[in-house]
């Protein structure tokens, strides 16, 4: 049996709303006399204000001054050796956390703030990155190991290899700590034979007297009387199997003119009196040829290039029985 008010009773309508808050019971309107009951959303609480209203006779919720406000998870803005990244440490938010060069973060990277106030993860800290002794390659020896910690090493510590000798290196000889709290890849040390060289033409060469000849080994070159070596006189076995160069004698050059004055290391000398035995591989002469219009000299080289030299077209013997005619090389230069 329904109750029957004045005309002046009025009923409540749906309750206003407050952020992060419900209303049990919730409806589009209410009689006088009904309660309804505010309560804050999970994660939220109530910081001022009335929670329970009864509809009053006048039909208007009284004036509502309820604040819901996020809870706050304990405070997390120090990451000892890292950083937070936050906004706030508050629900629903996030933090994100990250670690300086040498640390590596131990426990998650991002943590939220629950309903209930707590961290969804534990905290995680910065570690200091830490390698295991480095593992030494086959054939090689640890040179140096740079180490800041007792029995391994820290970010960007580093360890140098040497190969055995025979052995050639192949990678980097140095490896350093990253990271991930391993090394960079370790080199690799491989045996390695050269050929035995080969004697020259009109020369020799010398080398240990084994039964092979291995990395690092080394070769002595030479030549026979009048010829040069063209090359350098020590040759090395290198990591890739050959010897570093393959030197070779080049002969030295008969000059084909029977009387000249030229210039040989900067001296005026004569063929006939100073290079009888010619001159040796890569050596220059300059022979003197005549300008007839202008009655001087001038002078073009040539060059003794294993055994063969050019003589300058423009040179013309000086034959001793023409005496009136001068040698190129006593006229004045051009
Ligand atoms: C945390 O990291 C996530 C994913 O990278 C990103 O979307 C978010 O904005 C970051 N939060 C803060 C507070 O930096
Ligand atoms: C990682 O963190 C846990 C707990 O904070 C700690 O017990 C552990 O020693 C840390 N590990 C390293 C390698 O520092
Ligand atoms: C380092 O290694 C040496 C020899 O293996 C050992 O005696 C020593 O206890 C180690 N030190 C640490 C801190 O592990
Ligand atoms: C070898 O490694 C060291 C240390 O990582 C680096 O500084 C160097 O550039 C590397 N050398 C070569 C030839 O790659
Ligand atoms: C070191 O660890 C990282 C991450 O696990 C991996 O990607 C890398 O290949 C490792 N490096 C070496 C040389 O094993």
Known sequence: MKILFPYFVSACPRPP???????????????????????????????TGMRRFTCPLTGFWPINSLKCKPRVCPFAGI????????????????????????????????????EDGKWSHPLPNCSPIICPPPSIPNFATLKLLKSSVENSSSYQDTAVFDCLPHYAMFGNDTIRCTEHG?????????????????????GFVNYPANHALFYKD??????HETYVLD???????????TWSASPTCKASCKIPVKKATVLYKGQKVTIQDNLKNGILHGEVISFFCKNKERKCSYTEDAQCLDGNIEIPKCFKEHSSWAFWKSDAASKQPC
């Open 17 to 47: 709303e407050i952020p992060f808050s419900i209303v049990v019971p919730l409806k589009f309107s209410y009689e006088p006399g009904e309660t309804i009951v505010y309560s804050c959303k999970p994660g939220y609480v109530a910081q």
């Open 79 to 114: 990451l000892q050796n890292g950083a937070v990244s936050y906004t706030a440490f508050q629900y629903p938010n996030s933090i994100n956390f990250t670690c300086n060069k040498g640390f590596y973060l131990n426990g998650t990277d991002s943590v939220k703030c629950m």
């Open 182 to 202: 391993n090394w960079t890849e370790l080199p690799e040390c491989r045996e390695v034979k050269c050929p035995f060289p080969t004697r020259p033409d009109n």
């Open 218 to 223: 080394k070769a002595i070159y030479g030549c």
């Open 231 to 241: 090359g350098p006189e020590e040759v090395e076995c290198g990591k890739f199997g």
